[in-house]
């Protein structure tokens, strides 16, 4: 682990760490993956995003994280072979999805599907680098299964069962829409899971490798990282941005004068600003872009014209550039998915990240545990308040 560049307290006495939200912090050392927030960049294993978007799939992506390099072509098709043979969820799960209120938050059902699904893993508590490396499989395997039962449940349709071939994408979309989806809304979904696996140590893979780093289970770690990933400053910030977009829609108002409104509240208008990027996060890029064609291919335009809009106040009135959450809301509405479960497609993805940065913890572990500056009173006594006066 580096430690050279930490600004640690050791004692009560020394000058205590005053980064708040740990910003700047270098907590750990990786191979996985590397941000540059001034330039805009983003790189897993060494491959620039925009290379990895344009020709890489989410398999190849997956086994990039995990390996530290890219398949061979058949080494990508073992893997699709073994998603493939992992999707069937235990009939008990299924269970307890139509016990689930057909309104509960779908990140939450999803949080205790995962670790619901640790029951009935054998394998759960095996810590070996083998069974680790089964269990990232399995659960990308079963995260979309998990979303996409519930969905089928909560909207009292029959559950589509997963195909024992295809690709992740197709599948997700299979299993959610019930019907075949086109060649061209898998290649943008697949890009988009791409787009979403990886990202150094946001909140929610930090909060995976705190738990890792205890010796804990992979299930319980990903259970603590799905809980981060819900909150609206991370992973959340998507359905937020489509109620927005949704909101301007419905009051047919003018998208400046609508920012304008919230930033004159001092209002966070989600999907924008970012801990690492001072300039436009390179994934926004890409979703621009990829909102652009598609939304010409269905002749649906008005996300992608208001979204240039805000993007555009954003930056004269704040400074700020949108992050991956704010152009992906759109992507998604325009391929016909519900709005709350962007953030759990956002975890069908991230899941390859997140267990990364598990088998890496693993190699070399070290128990996460920094201190706290305490600023609270002393030499307080309890004499003084007669607690017990019998
Ligand atoms: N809208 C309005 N003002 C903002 C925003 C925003 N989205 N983001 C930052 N600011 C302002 C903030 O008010 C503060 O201004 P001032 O110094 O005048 O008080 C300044 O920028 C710095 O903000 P901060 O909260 O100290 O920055 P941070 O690094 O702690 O927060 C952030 C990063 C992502 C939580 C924040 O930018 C935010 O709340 N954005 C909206 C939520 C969002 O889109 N989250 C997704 C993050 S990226 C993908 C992911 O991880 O899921």
């Known amino acids: 682990m580096a430690t050279s560049n930490l600004p640690l307290s050791t004692n009560g006495k020394s000058k205590p760490a005053q980064s708040g939200g740990l910003e700047g912090v270098v907590a750990l050392e990786t191979k996985i993956c590397h941000i540059d927030g001034q330039k805009g960049e983003l790189i897993y294993a060494g491959y620039d995003i925009q290379d990895l978007a344009a020709n890489a799939t989410f398999e190849e992506v997956a086994f990039l994280l995990w390996n530290g390099r890219l398949p061979s072509s058949e080494e990508t098709e073992v893997l699709i072979r073994k998603f493939a043979a992992e999707r069937t969820l235990p009939p008990m799960i299924v269970d307890i999805l139509r016990m689930t209120p057909e309104d509960a938050n779908p990140m939450a059902a999803l949080r205790t599907g995962i670790s619901v699904l640790s029951l009935f893993d054998g394998e759960a508590d095996d810590s070996s680098p083998e069974a680790n490396y ?180 954003m930056e004269t009135e704040k400074g700020l550039y949108p992050n991956v959450d704010f152009f992906s809301a759109s992507v998604y509405a325009t391929l016909g998915i519900d709005s709350d479960l962007f953030t759990p497609i956002f975890a069908q993805s991230r899941i390859t990240g997140w267990t990364a940065h598990l088998l890496e913890q693993w190699k070399d572990n070290r128990l996460i545990r920094p201190r706290a500056a305490y600023t609270g009173p002393r030499g307080l006594s309890t004499k003084r308040l007669n607690l017990n006066p019998g």
């Open 134 to 313: 089964r269990k990232a499989i399995r659960l990308t395997a079963r995260i979309p299964v998990l979303i996409t039962t519930f969905d089928r449940i909560r909207k009292g349709k029959e559950i589509v069962q997963p195909l024992r071939e295809g690709s992740e994408a197709h599948n997700f979309l299979y299993m959610l829409l019930g019907e075949e989806p086109g060649e061209a809304a898998v290649r943008t979904f697949d890009a988009c899971l791409v787009l979403h696996a990886e990202h150094g140590l946001n909140a929610s893979t930090f909060a995976g490798r705190v738990i890792g780093a205890t010796l804990s289970d992979m299930y319980s770690a990903i259970t603590g990282a799905v809980g981060a990933l819900k909150g609206p400053l991370h992973g959340g910030a998507n359905i937020r941005v489509m109620e927005m977009l949704n909101d301007i829609d419905r009051k047919n108002a003018n998208p400046k004068a609508y920012i304008q409104s919230l930033l004159a509240q001092k209002a966070r208008v989600m999907g924008f600003g970012h801990r690492v990027y001072k300039t436009l996060d390179p994934r926004a890029a890409i979703l621009r872009e990829m909102l652009d064609d598609l939304s010409r291919e269905r002749g649906t335009r008005k996300w992608y014209e208001m979204s240039l809009e805000i993007m555009d106040i």
